[in-house]
């Protein structure tokens, strides 16, 4: 008897342990995690920066900011999704609830590129993806996995605008692009900003702000999840979902 209850008062200990050395290595391979999309995604931006051949209907960021609204209420259709999937309704979505929403969805991928996904978009790494992370979460699957027809159709279904929605976002990316990089350098954001009307350059202040409201790591370059995450904000979606009127950029 001794034995046994030793066992069993041992066992929370152990299992708390497991967690915790779970919850470290973790953590100890988020950096190799984030290396591995962000050059996914710069290739993937490449190619297709390369396959458009130079064509962009975006000729100035106003012309950008003309889209915004459209933009908002194409993004704003992902809240019936994301609410659906919360479902004990606290305002994000676990681990076990996301894995849900892409079976619901129909997107077959490994338990691994879940896992990896989560914690890429987790940015406050509070073990639940909020609204504005699970926008980030959706753009990121349906511009670099290999999506069935299954998975494309139900999503459609579910969000009639998202392909015109993420489309137009990711060709907001290739115009801030300028040398196809597949991240932005401060210069190209400058020189986005200043497109319309060289003579009118933008106050450098609000150069210089735009490009920290991207550089969320502060290293000098913007990878499109970092963008993703500064973009979708501007157009006035928060992770509460806040009636905003977006960016206003003055110059």
């Not at 929370?12 to 342990?17: E, R, T």
């Not at 995604?41 to 130079?54: H, V």
């Not at 349906?142 to 929605?165: H, N, R, V, W």
Request: charged residues 35%; negative net charge.
């Amino acid at each position: 008897m001794k034995d046994s209850q030793g066992t069993s008062e041992l066992c929370p200990i152990l299992k708390s342990f497991s967690n915790k050395v779970g919850v470290l290595f973790c953590c100890h391979s988020l950096p190799n995690i984030y290396k591995r999309l962000d050059t996914e995604l710069e290739r993937k931006m490449m190619e297709i920066k390369r396959n458009s051949l130079g064509n962009n209907r975006f000729r100035s960021i106003d012309s950008i900011i003309l889209k915004f609204p459209q933009i908002r209420d194409g993004l704003k259709e992902i809240r019936g999704v994301f609410e659906k999937f919360d479902e004990d309704s606290n305002g994000t979505v676990d681990h076990e609830e996301l894995k849900k929403c892409l079976q619901k969805l129909q997107f077959h991928v490994r338990e691994e590129d879940i896992d990896d996904l989560f914690y890429y978009c987790d940015m406050n790494e509070n073990e639940g993806i909020q609204f504005n992370e699970f926008i980030v979460l959706l753009c990121l699957i349906y511009l670099l996995k290999d999506c069935s027809s299954s998975f494309s159709t139900t999503l459609k279904m579910e969000l009639p605008q998202i392909d015109a929605t993420f489309n137009t976002i990711i060709e907001v990316f290739l115009f801030l692009d300028k040398n196809g990089e597949g991240k932005l350098k401060k210069k190209d954001v400058v020189k986005a900003l200043n497109e319309a009307s060289p003579r009118e350059k933008s106050p450098s202040y609000i150069t210089r702000d735009r490009f920290k409201e991207m550089d969320l790591d502060r290293n000098g370059k913007i990878s499109f999840r970092e963008f993703l995450f500064a973009f979708i904000k501007w157009v006035g979606i928060d992770s509460d979902d806040d009636d905003d009127d977006g960016l206003e950029i003055q110059n």
